[in-house]
């Protein structure tokens, strides 16, 4: 825990390069066969990989733009609640607006020079580590049977057909989570669009687009996604109609993703139980922050496969899985999924 601490800014480009080389090795495996040199094929898949967060991008900036065009009416609707609460605080606490807004004052730390140098120097950390993310995903696409043949040679010959079997099935994992995830997301984004217009939230299709993408982090995001739906529904000025209309399409949309759209999508790959998902993602925030909040699924998904490979460890596999693996289902997932093929 510590090396993984005090290591954060050395581990988690690789780990997050590994990921998303787990994810698209198929695709280059389909394109070696096919007579193309290793390293093109992995220069593609990388500029698809690339391509497909530059659409997200745009739709989330395309639709941010009509936020921002209406921000100046925002802002006094802000200012009109915000002098509501004052006033509602100093009835009930006694102390006046002045005070309020010296108390907050007083607790903003920095000034505005030291706040514009650190958000510089974060932006350019994350395009250094977009940058590195990718040099490692591109390394390791080339050098994948090299990085194999290390591994079985490294552990014992007892060992060497059980850990070749883990590998695969982890990369099994983690393109089953990665891929359904992203189809999660977009018909998240179909959900919350129709949902948010019928009930009559401004700016719906942002704010599906957001809900849906937050989804990267597994429960917090989507709950922070509609928490600013919320939020952004009473400064224009919303009545309790549309907050619970947003909550009762949060909830709906849920209940379709966790009874209908994980199993039939994502399924059973990352057969994690849900209290032992949260805490990962708890874990993940405490060592790598949001990195590791969205890595943490993954990554636990596999130390389980680990852990059910070795049978002093199968208990833990046992406690960390939701224990459904060895049942037959015979529900209406499966149907569907014998319908459609």
Not at 139 to 150: E, T, V
């Amino acid at each position: 825990t510590a090396i993984l601490y005090f290591g954060k800014q050395l581990l988690v480009p690789p780990v997050f390069a590994l990921v998303f080389d787990m994810l698209l090795i198929p695709l280059s495996s389909r394109m070696e066969k096919a007579g193309m040199n290793r390293s093109l094929a992995a220069v593609i898949c990388i500029l698809i990989l690339i391509s497909v967060f530059v659409v997200i991008f745009y739709l989330l900036s395309w639709q941010l733009a009509t936020v921002i065009h209406d921000l100046p009416h925002m802002k006094e609707r802000f200012l009109e609640i915000t002098a509501q609460l004052q006033s509602y605080i100093a009835s009930h606490t006694g102390i006046d607006a002045d005070q309020q807004t010296k108390m907050i004052k007083n607790a903003g730390t920095g000034n505005t020079i030291d706040l514009l140098t650190n958000s510089t120097g974060g932006i350019l950390g994350i395009l250094f580590n977009i940058i590195l993310v990718l040099v490692y995903i591109f390394l390791m696409m080339c050098f994948r049977k090299h990085l194999m043949q290390f591994i079985i040679k490294a552990v014992p010959g007892t060992q060497k057909e059980n850990i070749a079997n883990l590998i695969h099935e982890a990369g099994q994992v983690s393109q089953q989570y990665l891929i359904g995830l992203a189809l999660m997301i977009m018909m998240l984004w179909v959900m919350y669009g129709i949902g948010f217009s019928i009930i009559g939230v401004k700016y719906a299709i942002f704010f599906a687009l957001l809900c849906g993408t937050l989804e990267i982090v597994p429960f917090i995001g989507n709950l922070t996604g509609t928490t600013l739906t919320i939020l952004m529904g009473v400064i224009q000025g919303g009545d309790i109609k549309l907050i619970l209309g947003i909550l009762i399409t949060y909830q709906l949309v849920q209940f379709i993703q966790s009874y209908i759209l994980q199993p039939l999508i994502v399924g059973k790959g990352v057969n994690l139980n849900p209290f032992f998902t949260i805490v990962s993602i708890i874990i993940g925030d405490a060592i790598w922050g949001v990195a590791g909040m969205i890595l943490a699924v993954p990554l636990f998904g596999m130390f389980k496969i680990f852990c059910d490979h070795f049978e002093a460890l199968k208990p833990y596999g046992f406690l960390l899985g939701s224990g459904e693996k060895a049942k037959s289902s015979t529900g209406l997932i499966e149907k569907i999924k014998k319908i459609f093929g």
